[in-house]
Antibody, heavy 118, light 110 residues
């Protein structure tokens, strides 16, 4: 069974750094892209970027390029989403999802709620 | 403003048929990229509903169907049930090989 398990909710202050994780299991982690999707409170889904854990090839949406860093550690089947300096506007639910055949997000993690507040 | 345009809301009575449109452009849907649909029930993660324009993953009832034509796509739900009340999102790709989502449509079952 394909599963993506994300790290727990975070509460941070503006300017702090953060790295959240997404651990895949039940499939060959290095054979599928993994993506990250943002959902701000009461808003829709936003495609942030994807990474291929096999070679760490990464593609970012222009809206998120330079704002976050997507990485992966294939030795532990885990993808990451990282901020170096959080802003209040980063407050959102973040989902990871497997990017399956046909460029579709076929399996999703449960989400990680990130709250940034002074 | 989302790259793909969806109506903010649709509604229907139990048993009725509703459709949700997803309008793109020549740089995404019209360029030949597939359209996928996701269902997000309140307080939960999105779930894949339709992939590759019109294919249903295992376990998705055949009450849900998708189609694509030109620069637009549609999701149809027949035999509407109370449990279908959710947010629905379309997703495709653009010519820069980046994914794009629609703004989402809230379905209310009257």
């Amino acid at each position: 069974e394909v599963q993506l398990v994300q790290s727990g909710a975070e509460v941070k202050k503006p300017g702090e750094s953060l790295k959240i994780s997404c651990k895949g299991s039940g499939y060959s982690f290095t054979s599928y892209w993994i993506g990250w999707v943002r959902q701000m409170p009461g808003k829709g889904l936003e495609w942030m970027g994807i990474i291929y854990p096999g070679d760490s090839d990464t593609r970012y949406s222009p809206s998120f390029q330079g704002q976050v860093t997507i990485s992966a550690d294939k030795s532990i089947s885990t993808a990451y989403l990282q901020w170096s300096s959080l802003k209040a506007s980063d407050t959102a639910m973040y989902y990871c999802a497997r990017h399956g055949d046909g460029d579709v997000f076929d399996y999703w993690g449960q989400g990680t709620l990130v709250t940034v507040s002074s | 403003q989302s790259v793909l345009t969806q109506p903010p809301s649709v509604s229907g009575a139990p048993g009725q048929r509703v459709t949700i449109s997803c309008t793109g452009s020549s740089s995404n849907i019209g360029a030949g990229y597939d359209v996928h649909w996701y269902q997000q029930l309140p307080g939960t993660a999105p779930k894949l509903l339709i992939y590759g324009n019109s294919n249903r993953p295992s376990g998705v009832p055949d009450r849900f169907s998708g189609s694509k034509s030109g620069t637009s796509a549609s999701l149809a739900i027949t035999g509407l049930q109370a449990e279908d009340e959710a947010d629905y999102y379309c997703q495709s790709y653009d010519s820069s090989l980046r994914g794009v989502f629609g703004g989402g449509t809230k379905l209310t079952v009257l």
